[in-house]
T-cell receptor
Framework: KQEVTQIPAALSVPEGENLVLNCSFT??????LQWFRQDPGKGLTSLLL???SQREQTSGRLNASLDKSSGRSTLYIAASQPGDSATYLC?????????WGAGTKLIIKP | SAVISQKPSRDICQRGTSLTIQCQVD?????MFWYRQQPGQSLTLIAT?????????ESGFVIDKFPISRPNLTFSTLTVSNMSPEDSSIYLC???????????FGSGTRLTVV
C-alpha cells in the first residue's frame, strides 16, 4: 500500500532564504508525482508535475526533483518571499489514485 | 491544463438541509473527482464522478449522503444531504485529462453547518 510522507511538517524561515521540502513514497510504481500549494481555506494550485520518466521540473523559482528508485522527491524554492507562505502538498498518482502527503506548512517571515 | 470553476465558494447552512456544489471545467476531461478536507486534515477522496453512470464511492461515503451527477465531460455536481455540523469542511472537485497531464483542482467550497 502506497504511503506518502512529507518532512518537515512545518517550516518557518526568513525572507530570501532558499529552502527544500521533502516528500517520500513507499512504492516506486507511480505514474507521476505532483506538487501543490494550498492557501488557508482555499483550493489547490498545481505547482509542478513530474512524470515517472522524468528527473526534474522547473517553474520560475521552483524546482522539483524525482528519484523513483529511492522513493523521494524534493521541492526547492529559491529566494523565498512572504507570498510563498502556504501549505505545500505532494501527491503520487498510482493508476488514477492520488495518494497524499500530510503537507508542509511554510511560513516566510518578512 | 484545465481550469475548473467551482461554486459556491462558501456557504453557511442549517442542519438537516442539503447543498449542491457545482464544478465546470473549461475543456473535456476524462476523470472528475470529489474530495473533502476537514479542518487541519489532508484531502480525503469521496468519489470518482463517472460520465453517464453512477459515481464510484470510497469506503465510508454513500450515495444517499453524497449524491453525485456527471451529465457530460465538463460538468459535475456534489450534493451534501441532510447536513450535520460534522459535514463542515472544504469540498474540492478535481479533474484529470489523462495520466500525463496531472490533476487540476477547483477553488473549493467552504461549508459550515450550524
Amino acid at each position: 500500500k502506497q504511503e506518502v510522507t512529507q518532512i518537515p511538517a512545518a517550516l518557518s524561515v526568513p525572507e530570501g532564504e532558499n529552502l527544500v521540502l521533502n516528500c517520500s513514497f513507499t512504492d516506486s510504481a507511480i505514474y507521476n508525482l505532483q506538487w501543490f500549494r494550498q492557501d488557508p481555506g482555499k483550493g489547490l494550485t498545481s505547482l509542478l508535475l513530474i512524470q515517472s520518466s522524468q528527473r526534474e521540473q522547473t517553474s520560475g523559482r521552483l524546482n522539483a526533483s524525482l528519484d523513483k528508485s529511492s522513493g523521494r522527491s524534493t521541492l526547492y524554492i529559491a529566494a523565498s518571499q512572504p507570498g510563498d507562505s502556504a501549505t505545500y502538498l505532494c501527491a503520487v498518482d498510482s493508476n488514477y489514485q492520488l495518494i497524499w502527503g500530510a503537507g508542509t506548512k511554510l511560513i516566510i517571515k518578512p | 491544463s484545465a481550469v475548473i470553476s467551482q461554486k459556491p465558494s462558501r456557504d453557511i447552512c442549517q442542519r438537516g438541509t442539503s447543498l449542491t456544489i457545482q464544478c465546470q471545467v473549461d475543456s473535456q476531461v476524462t476523470m472528475m473527482f470529489w474530495y473533502r478536507q476537514q479542518p487541519g486534515q489532508s484531502l480525503t477522496l469521496i468519489a470518482t464522478a463517472n460520465q453517464g453512470s453512477e459515481a464510484t464511492y470510497e469506503s465510508g461515503f454513500v450515495i444517499d449522503k453524497f449524491p453525485i451527477s456527471r451529465p457530460n465531460l465538463t460538468f459535475s455536481t456534489l450534493t451534501v444531504s441532510n447536513m450535520s455540523p460534522e459535514d463542515s469542511s472544504i469540498y474540492l472537485c478535481s479533474a484529470a485529462r489523462g495520466a500525463n497531464y496531472g490533476y487540476t483542482f477547483g477553488s473549493g467550497t467552504r461549508l459550515t453547518v450550524v
